[in-house]
């Protein structure tokens, strides 16, 4: 297993889908861009910018559940990639063991987004959709590029409100 990080929520252009990219902690620092659906990157996104909503949403009532019941989430690990579909898993650590369960990436990218617990890929993973993002000869990553980011980040989750999944 390889540990990576959870660089943030983008959305891919022209489709305007949205993916949520980690990176390898050290190694190659490869990148794993990871489609997933616009309520669960505004479920990631609401998380990094630390946003509450008025009543809890799907992933933070999973929070609640998982802290009043005294289970931790141990780290999320992405397992496969089969016919262009991620698998996930989360190892909880509860009273009576450690359990694994399925998950979608996207939930548990959400849900350690939440709880901070370490997001871990598979090596096979990696070797087939992770890249090196290899920057220009001629392009140095700059403070302004690294603010355009951002802002188009936020502007995602300014169009998004809290009430658009509320039942």
């Known amino acids: 297993m390889v540990e990576m990080e959870l660089v943030g929520v983008r959305v891919e252009m022209p489709s305007s889908s949205p993916i949520a990219l980690l990176k390898e902690v050290g190694g190659a620092q490869r990148v794993l861009p990871i489609f997933i659906g616009a309520p669960e990157a505004t479920a990631i996104a609401f998380a990094l910018e630390e946003v509450v909503t008025a009543r809890p949403m799907t992933h933070d009532l999973i929070q609640n559940l998982l802290d009043d ?9 992405v397992t496969e990639l089969r016919d262009g579909v991620f698998h996930a898993e989360l190892e909880l650590h509860a009273h009576d063991g450690v359990h694994t369960v ?4 996207s939930d548990a990218i959400a849900l350690a987004s939440r709880t901070g617990s370490p997001i871990y890929a598979d090596e096979a993973v990696l070797a087939e959709a992770g890249y090196i993002e290899e920057p220009e000869e001629d392009e140095v990553p700059d403070a302004e590029e690294s ?21």
Request: negative net charge; proline residues 6%; hydrophobic residues 35%.
């Open 102 to 105: 399925s998950s979608r990436p």
């Open 147 to 167: 603010e355009e980011i951002v802002e188009e980040f936020r502007d995602f989750i300014d169009s998004v409100n809290p009430e658009d999944f509320a039942t």
């Open 69 to 77: 019941l005294g289970v931790s989430l141990e780290k999320v690990t």
